[in-house]
């Protein structure tokens, strides 16, 4: 079955330091993944997406990720922190079922950006 | 073009109480989902609507939890008698399409639970 594990609840990074939040998932089957955002007491928002083609996907704010089916990661990074960038940052992977898909979360991991 | 709108935006309540949470989706959005998120946990879906039929609602606690979407637009979500352990938030999102596409899912401000 298909999951994902985040490495780390909590980053703390410096404001213009390198961003880097780790994903590695578990899949059978070639894998459908996703970071989404989510500021305080706001939905969640998607930042990127990964579905087939190119390894590196870009997304909105700065951030990018790259699919390494040797490692089963997607890590997220973002080359410099900006303090607006304080959020939740959730990695899902799609499960395909007969006639529609599902999300499955991780369980996140809460980025601080100090000045 | 408007959001998902979701109301109320904070519940507290005692155990044992019923409570019920209302979506409104983007409109034309044929898909439409809930779910609930637990503090320090990710997002778990409780139920998914394509249309106004459910296509899935394998982990919702059908002995104390009920979903209906009207007419294939709003949805409402209700916990009846509430635990202590249904604290948390209640996430509304919908997409454009149905079926197994990779649509984005557009996300509500949610509403938070407290059960005491």
């Known amino acids: 079955a298909q999951s994902v594990t985040q490495l780390g609840s909590h980053v703390s990074v410096s404001e213009g330091a390198l961003v880097l939040l780790r994903c590695n998932y578990s899949s059978s089957v070639p894998p459908y993944l996703f970071w989404y955002v989510q500021y305080p007491n706001q939905g969640l928002q998607l930042l990127l997406k990964?579905?087939?083609?190119?390894?590196l996907v870009k997304g909105i704010n700065g951030f990018e990720a790259e699919f390494k089916k040797s490692e089963t990661s997607f890590h997220l990074t973002k080359p410099s922190a900006h303090m607006s960038d304080a959020a939740e940052y959730f990695c899902?992977?799609?499960?395909?079922?007969?006639?529609?898909?599902?999300?499955?979360f991780g369980a996140g991991t809460r980025l601080a950006v100090h000045p | 073009e408007a959001g998902v709108a979701q109301s109320p935006r904070y519940k507290i309540i005692e155990k044992r109480q019923s409570v019920a949470f209302w979506c409104n989706p983007i409109s034309g959005h044929a898909t439409l989902y809930w779910y609930q998120q637990i503090l320090g946990q990710g997002p778990k879906l409780l139920i998914q609507f394509q249309n106004n039929g459910v296509v899935d609602d394998s982990q919702l606690p059908k002995d104390r939890f009920s979903a209906e979407r009207l007419k294939g637009v709003d949805s409402t979500l209700k916990i009846q008698p509430a635990k202590l352990e249904d604290s948390a938030v209640y996430l509304c999102?919908?997409?454009?399409?149905?079926?197994?596409?990779?649509?984005?899912?557009?996300f509500g401000p949610g509403t938070r639970l407290t059960v005491l």
């Open positions: 990964y579905t087939t083609g190119a390894t």
């Open positions: 899902a992977v799609i499960l395909v079922r007969g006639g529609y898909n599902k999300l499955i």
């Open positions: 999102a919908s997409s454009r399409l149905a079926g197994v596409s990779l649509d984005t899912q557009y």
